[in-house]
């Protein structure tokens, strides 16, 4: 799953945009984008979009962002769209892996009593919201077998660390941030996680959207957070690996599996070991995942 667009709970016509957008989740936000009065209506909006799009068997997977869990919203968040079966629920401002087992308990609930499959909705964690968070980044291994993803965030965290800006004067993350968008990094690789990179802001810098990506992609991000549908198709392109990496890693895989139980093979004059292997094969795992619909 590359591109993760969010998109207002209470607005029907951008939750249509984000539908049809191409990305491969869209985000129905019931927390920052939806304002305090709202809420009720978002929850009544959202549930409306779930029920509607259900049946569509080639649809984008469609996860709910829930108000975090000290507002005491969130009961009535999960109350209301569970009942219209969405893919996953996103966790905002987790502190770690407890929030994410408490998480889990909440849904199991809720699949229950709407007669929804065990396990059926997921959950992915925003895991760098607070400066208490990022010493919970190593606690979400067996957290939960419903959380696929883990990502991260720099605007919350500025705020709670004082920070007058995140980024310096040439677009690059400052030293606290980079320290966060990195662990979040271990932390998911640490858990058996894809990590999913943070939002960029500015959605008509298409270049600079572009930059980060591949910066994303290269570090070993498995996809990005969007906030317009302008930016999905640059994302996705970024988190799809090419014809050229997929046809290598075919031949990395084959020439392991031709040698049988070898720990080293040779490949066009390179020596490669278990490393390379493991590499390859999630590469390809990888693009075999892009798109990550429902159909």
């Known amino acids: ?33 939806v304002a305090a009065a709202g809420k009720a209506g978002a929850r009544r909006c959202a ?63 809720r699949e229950a009593l709407h007669d929804l499959a065990d396990g059926s909705t ?23 077998a419903r959380l696929a993803a883990l990502t991260w965030g720099g605007e919350d965290l500025a705020t709670d660390i004082g920070a007058a800006v995140n980024k310096d004067d040439g677009g690059e993350w ?32 298409e270049t600079g959207l572009a930059a980060e990506c591949q910066a994303a992609a290269r570090d070993g991000f498995a996809g990005k957070l969007a906030i317009h549908p302008a930016q999905v198709p640059v994302i996705n392109a970024a988190f799809t690996p090419s014809p050229e990496a997929l046809a290598r890693a075919k031949r990395v895989v084959e020439a392991f599996a031709a040698a049988g139980d070898a720990g080293v093979v040779g490949l066009d004059g390179e020596m490669l070991d278990q490393p390379h292997l493991k590499a390859a094969q999630n590469l390809l795992a990888r693009a075999a995942s892009a798109g990550g619909g429902k159909g």
């Open 122 to 144: 997921q959950i992915a964690a925003i895991a760098t919201e607070a400066a208490a968070a990022i010493f919970g980044l190593g606690t979400y291994a067996g957290a939960s």
């Open 47 to 109: 549930l409306a979009f779930l029920q509607e799009t259900a049946q569509d068997a080639s649809r984008p997977r469609r996860f709910v962002r829930t108000n975090a869990f000290a507002t005491g919203l969130a009961d009535a968040d999960l109350d209301a769209v569970m009942t219209g079966a969405p893919d996953g629920i996103v966790l905002p401002k987790s502190a770690g892996g407890a929030d994410v087992t408490a998480l889990d308990a909440k849904i199991a609930v």
């Open 1 to 33: 799953m590359r591109s993760w667009l969010f998109a207002p709970g209470d607005d029907e016509k951008k939750l249509a945009k984000a539908y049809g957008s191409g990305a491969d989740v869209v985000i129905v936000d019931l927390e920052d984008s």
């Open 174 to 205: 400052t030293s606290p941030f980079q320290l966060a968008r990195n662990l979040c990094l271990f932390g998911s690789a640490a858990a058996g996680l894809p990590a999913i990179d943070t939002v960029y802001t500015n959605f008509r810098d």
